[in-house]
């Protein structure tokens, strides 16, 4: 089994700055994408950034310029610096991972518990 936990997460004034870290541990072999979706109250879970194991990354409009991802594979953590921030940031943010458990091609796919950001004066 595989677990990943994200925090970083809190309150901060619009203009701010925050860094969200996720680790995974467990039945790891290695991990494929790693990726970082938020969720708004009364809105859909949207993606808001994703890094392949080679370093690929991709990011929603709405964070581009504003938010970096970057992953550290000998720590299994996913980061996702977020610079800029605006209200509309505010959500629960979480983690997902695409994780290989065995040398045979067995894999797992799972979410974090998320964390909150709050941007608010």
């Known amino acids: 089994q595989v677990q990943l936990v994200e925090s970083g997460g809190g309150l901060v004034q619009p203009g701010g700055s925050l860094r969200l870290s996720c680790a995974a541990s467990g039945s790891i072999f290695s991990i494929d994408a790693m990726d970082w979706y938020r969720q708004a109250p009364g809105k859909q879970r949207e993606l808001v950034a994703g890094?392949?194991?080679?370093?690929?990354?991709n990011y929603a409009d709405s964070v581009k310029g504003r938010f970096t991802i970057s992953r550290d594979n000998a720590k299994n953590t996913v980061y996702l610096q977020m610079n800029s921030l605006k209200p509309e940031d505010t959500a629960v943010y979480c983690c997902?991972?695409?994780?290989?458990?065995?040398?045979?091609?067995?894999?797992?796919?799972?979410w974090g518990q998320g964390t909150q950001v709050t941007v608010s004066a």
């Open positions: 890094i392949t194991s080679g370093g690929s990354t």
């Open positions: 997902n991972a695409h994780v290989q458990t065995d040398p045979h091609g067995s894999t797992w796919y799972g």
